[in-house]
């Protein structure tokens, strides 16, 4: 996956470091209300934005409950990204004996659609395809087990995910009517669809509720004086181009350390970032420990905040960072309370 700003980044693969055994006698439950208290009577009557106030004490519970979590269970941070999750070096990947395809065809515009979707759509979601488009994702190490056969003359089956070509694209759009990602054109064209409950038009209203929870949610972001972001950064956060997963963490991370945001990406192709944010970010520590102690708690979380891929990244000059990577589709309403996924 090209990603912006990867050209100045290099993956280095770190171990979460070595955790202590739980306490014997500890009462999280006390230790969580407590700094939940402290940290929202010094900090709420500062904030001259109320509701990035309450989102930031939200934040401050999950990430505390993130943290008793990752002392409970030292195995979980001692994982890399998931196995099957978007970002993995293995997902993707052509497997060994595929074919060569010529470039521009309308077998490679498959294979760039398949490995989209191996790379990057949660490995909990059935797809259902024509049997050129399943072979394709099959090649590119999608489990046969997710895979469902697309009938176009008896409709689509019950799949989160459908994979179309030209023939069966109309009565896609019907059955899945949120457009994740698009390859080709004409008779070549292949696009990657979600299902919704509700149909169409309840999506397109909560997908407009949702853009303006996420411009609101950006802009307040910036307010905070632990989020520091570039020119364009700030442009996207403004303009509601960035996943709400990624608003959320950010705001969980910033009441911990100070962070700067060096680069959004995972855009889909084919679909605008408004109804198909960036999925992806880059954001540089103040040093090695403190990038250490952020990438143990952002493997804690739990869906729907627990990102693909979570990596330790060395940026030009050497200074340490994250990249952290969320699957798509991406949850509606989660800034907003009406949370769908």
Same mark, same amino acid.
């Given at each position: ?23 014997? /006698? ?30 930031? &004490? ?10 008793? $979590?990752?002392? *409970? ?22 497997? &060994? @004996?595929?074919?060569? %395809? +010529? ?42 087990? =997710? ?21 069966? *694209?109309?009565? &896609? ?35 407009? +509720? /949702? ?26 956060? =403004?303009?509601?181009? %960035? ?16 962070? =700067? ?9 084919? %679909?605008?970032?408004? /109804? +198909? ?7 540089? @520590? ?30 030009? @000059? @050497? ?16 800034? $907003? ?5």
């Amino acid at each position: 996956m090209q990603m912006a700003g990867a050209s100045r980044t290099r993956e280095v693969d770190r171990s979460a470091p070595a955790k202590a055994p739980p306490p014997r /006698d500890p009462s999280w439950g006390r230790v969580l209300a407590t700094t939940i208290s402290l940290w929202t009577r010094r900090r709420m009557p500062r904030m001259r934005r109320p509701r990035l106030a309450l989102l930031l &004490a939200l934040c401050v519970l999950i990430a505390a409950v993130a943290v008793a $979590t990752a002392v *409970q269970l030292t195995s979980t941070t001692a994982k890399t990204a998931r196995t099957g999750s978007p970002g993995s070096p293995h997902r993707g990947a052509v497997r &060994a @004996g595929a074919p060569a %395809v +010529a470039p521009g065809s309308a077998a490679a515009i498959r294979a760039q659609a398949a490995a989209w979707v191996a790379g990057q759509v949660s490995g909990d979601q059935s797809i259902a395809c024509d049997p050129a488009m399943c072979a394709a994702l099959g090649a590119h190490g999608v489990a046969s087990g =997710r895979l469902m056969p697309l009938r176009p003359a008896t409709g689509a089956p019950a799949a989160n995910v459908i994979v179309t070509s030209p023939a069966s *694209q109309a009565q &896609a759009s019907q059955d899945a009517p949120v457009l994740l990602a698009s390859f080709g054109t004409g008779a070549s064209q292949v696009e990657v669809r979600a299902t919704v409950p509700g149909g169409a038009a309840a999506y397109a209203r909560a997908q407009q +509720a /949702d853009l303006a929870a996420r411009r609101s949610g950006g802009a307040q972001l910036l307010h905070s004086q632990s989020i520091q972001a570039g020119a364009g950064a700030t442009a996207q956060l =403004r303009a509601g181009q %960035v996943d709400s997963r990624i608003l959320i963490m950010l705001a969980m991370l910033a009441s911990q350390h100070p962070w =700067r945001v060096a680069a959004f990406g995972g855009a889909s192709p084919g %679909v605008p970032l408004a /109804d +198909a944010p960036f999925r992806q970010v880059i954001i540089t @520590g103040n040093d090695a420990k403190t990038v250490a102690a952020a990438l143990a708690l952002i493997r804690a979380q739990q869906a729907p905040y627990a990102p693909a891929q979570a990596t330790a990244v060395r940026l030009a @000059g @050497g200074q340490p960072g994250l990249r952290i990577d969320f699957a798509a589709p991406a949850p509606l309403g989660l800034l $907003t309370g009406n949370a769908s996924g």
